[in-house]
């Protein structure tokens, strides 16, 4: 089992930043990545960014792009998620998410989400 914990939502500006920590324990991670998702008010849960743990290949929505970073600390199994340039549109629950990867991404384990708020 995976214990997965974030932290760091808040409420922000328009224009400003924020960032977003996640940590999973409870089991050595080799062939997983951690990611993010979010969900805002009645809209569906969708993919924010994510990173391969083995070698630390990032991928991103593309709405997002150029605005969000995910990296990585290994010693602690733990990512970042910066925020720059927020918007309101990006008010949302964040939800951060260990997945297994073998063909595809199985998003096995997830946190219980960190709000995110930012003011016009």
């Known amino acids: 089992q995976v214990q997965v914990v974030e932290s760091g939502g808040g409420l922000v500006q328009a224009g400003g930043s924020l960032k977003l920590s996640c940590a999973a324990s409870?089991?050595?991670?080799?062939?997983?990545?951690m990611g993010w998702f979010r969900q805002a008010p009645g809209k569906e849960r969708e993919f924010v960014a994510a990173?391969?743990?083995?070698?630390?290949?990032?991928f991103y929505a593309d709405s997002l792009k150029g605005r969000f970073t995910i990296s990585r600390d290994n010693a602690k199994n733990m990512v970042v998620l910066q925020m720059n340039s927020l918007k309101p549109e990006d008010t949302a629950v964040y939800y951060c998410?260990?997945?297994?990867?073998?063909?595809?991404?199985?998003?096995?384990?997830w946190g219980q989400g960190t709000q995110v708020t930012v003011s016009s």
């Open positions: 998410v260990v997945a297994s990867i073998g063909k595809s991404w199985s998003y096995d384990y």
């Open positions: 990173i391969r743990l083995s070698d630390s290949t990032t």
């Open positions: 409870g089991r050595t991670l080799s062939r997983h990545g």
